[in-house]
């Protein structure tokens, strides 16, 4: 495995854990566990970050002038990126709106 294989499976890794915290934080807050949501969306970012680094470190290095190839792989990572940022803004939404019908 090259070094684009093991990055681009760091960030399927990370932003694909962060976006079953996201959707865990949904779950919760359906119980009406609203604070629990809370920390599962900040939890997410948390390992979502690390995901984005890695992303953000292939544009730094092709930005620096060292090609980086386009693979499948990488195309996947960075839908799975996208999707989870996604998810990120719908379960904050949706952790608002059960709040405000908790009350």
């Not at 694909?16 to 359906?30: D, V």
């Not at 544009?59 to 792989?73: M, P, S, T, Y």
């Amino acid at each position: 495995m090259d070094g684009l294989e093991l990055v681009s499976f760091q960030i399927i890794s990370a932003v694909g854990t962060a976006r079953s915290m996201y959707i865990e934080a949904i779950q919760l807050a359906k119980e009406g566990k609203i604070e629990e949501a809370r920390e599962q969306i900040i939890e997410g970012e948390k390992v979502f970050t690390e995901g984005h680094h890695a992303h953000a470190g292939l544009i730094q290095q092709e930005a620096g002038g060292e090609k980086v190839e386009f693979q499948l792989l990488l195309m996947h990572a960075e839908d799975q990126l996208m999707s989870a940022e996604a998810f990120k803004i719908i379960a904050t939404e949706f952790i608002d709106v059960y709040e405000r019908l908790a009350k």
